[in-house]
T-cell receptor, first 114, second 115 residues
Framework: DVKVTQSSRYLVKRTGEKVFLECVQDMDHENMFWYRQDPGLGLRLIYFSYDVKMKEKGDIPEGYSVSREKKERFSLILESASTNQTSMYLC?????????????FGQGTRLTVV | GNSVTQMEGPVTLSEEAFLTINCTYTATGYPSLFWYVQYPGEGLQLLLKATKADDKGSNKGFEATYRKETTSFHLEKGSVQVSDSAVYFCALSDYSGGGADGLTFGKGTHLIIQP
């Protein structure tokens, strides 16, 4: 089974802190995604990566950056956390850019910024 | 661009009732269509998928048929159980317009099944 693992289920950080959310997948998938999920807004894409060191901005990249130094690992970085970044963060991966390839999700990280 | 529209709910049903959750889409290319389910406190997991027109995806008693003529992929189940209570997301993948726009989700439908 494909496994996508996010480093933390729950995280509490202070305003202004630099926050790292880590995601690892174990099936050699090319694509990795970071979403945030908020009530009434569904899933919004923050960043997408289709290869090592390659990334594309999603719908809401402001205040975030990403790093993909190895194929299996995709990190989301909050440069200076703010309370409006309190949310559920979901990492996903997919095998290729073929349309049939479904996405596999991690269990999510619920981040609270105080 | 690509988009997915689904009823947001909450949808409340009694156990053993018939379920339909509507989903329609717009896409520039020839997408694959998916239904994902999210149980409380968890990430999303694939429920079923269809990769071309007239395909039917099925899993755990749920079914959905890819209707190109009506650009729809409605989710159905004949008899729901309390354990089906979850949030259901309709999604499409179509990378013809670029990677970041390639995977598009609806806003999710919260389903509540009462005993």
């Amino acid at each position: 089974d494909v496994k996508v693992t996010q480093s933390s289920r729950y995280l509490v950080k202070r305003t202004g802190e630099k926050v790292f959310l880590e995601c690892v997948q174990d099936m050699d998938h090319e694509n990795m995604f970071w979403y945030r999920q908020d009530p009434g807004l569904g899933l919004r894409l923050i960043y997408f990566s289709y290869d090592v060191k390659m990334k594309e901005k999603g719908d809401i990249p402001e205040g975030y950056s990403v790093s993909r130094e190895k194929k299996e690992r995709f990190s989301l970085i909050l440069e200076s956390a703010s309370t409006n970044q309190t949310s559920m963060y979901l990492c996903a991966s997919s095998l290729t850019l073929d349309t049939w390839a479904e996405a596999f999700f991690g269990q999510g990280t619920r981040l609270t910024v105080v | 661009g690509n988009s997915v529209t689904q009823m947001e709910g909450p949808v409340t049903l009694s156990e053993e009732a018939f379920l339909t959750i509507n989903c329609t889409y717009t896409a520039t290319g020839y997408p694959s269509l998916f239904w994902y389910v999210q149980y409380p406190g968890e990430g999303l997991q694939l429920l079923l998928k269809a990769t071309k027109a007239d395909d039917k995806g099925s899993n755990k008693g749920f079914e959905a048929t890819y209707r190109k003529e009506t650009t729809s992929f409605h989710l159905e189940k004949g008899s729901v159980q309390v354990s089906d209570s979850a949030v259901y997301f309709c999604a499409l993948s179509d990378y013809s317009g670029g990677g970041a726009d390639g995977l598009t989700f609806g806003k999710g439908t919260h389903l509540i099944i009462q005993p």
